[in-house]
């Protein structure tokens, strides 16, 4: 996120806060030195949370982290890693079609393999 503010982008965050914390995007804002980041508390399968989000603000881009990705507990809970990686997705995009939005960066995974040079 620094990077983007850093280009002169800005950003709205939207989380279930299932695996996060709230205070970690304040720990952000003032790392970027503004006062707050934009946030709304929803599940990327609320199909009118995410309308919601998208009516109230213009984008350039969507930026998509909201996969889980946790393999043992994939293996354990396969639909609703389904539910929520598929569906979840499925809604997104729809909901950027809805209001014409083509531009979406999407990752898969947060694990990084081998060795950084």
Avoid at 7 to 18: C, K, P
Avoid at 80 to 85: A, F, G, K, V
Avoid at 107 to 116: E, L
Wanted: a negative charge; glycine letters at 6%; charged letters at 20%.
């Amino acid at each position: 996120m620094l990077e983007l503010y850093n280009a002169g982008h800005s950003a709205v965050v939207v989380d279930n806060l299932s695996n996060s914390n709230p205070f970690s995007l304040g720990r952000v804002a003032k790392i970027i030195g503004v006062e707050a980041i934009p946030f709304y508390e929803v599940d990327i399968r609320d199909c009118a949370g995410i309308e919601r989000v998208f009516a109230e603000h213009k984008f350039d881009a969507c930026i998509h982290f909201a996969g889980l990705k946790v393999v043992g507990e994939s293996v354990e809970k396969p639909l609703e890693y389904y539910d929520n990686n598929i569906a979840g997705t499925l809604v997104l995009v729809e909901v950027m079609r809805n209001h014409d939005y083509k531009n979406i960066i999407f990752s898969s995974r947060a694990t990084v393999y081998g060795d950084p040079v």
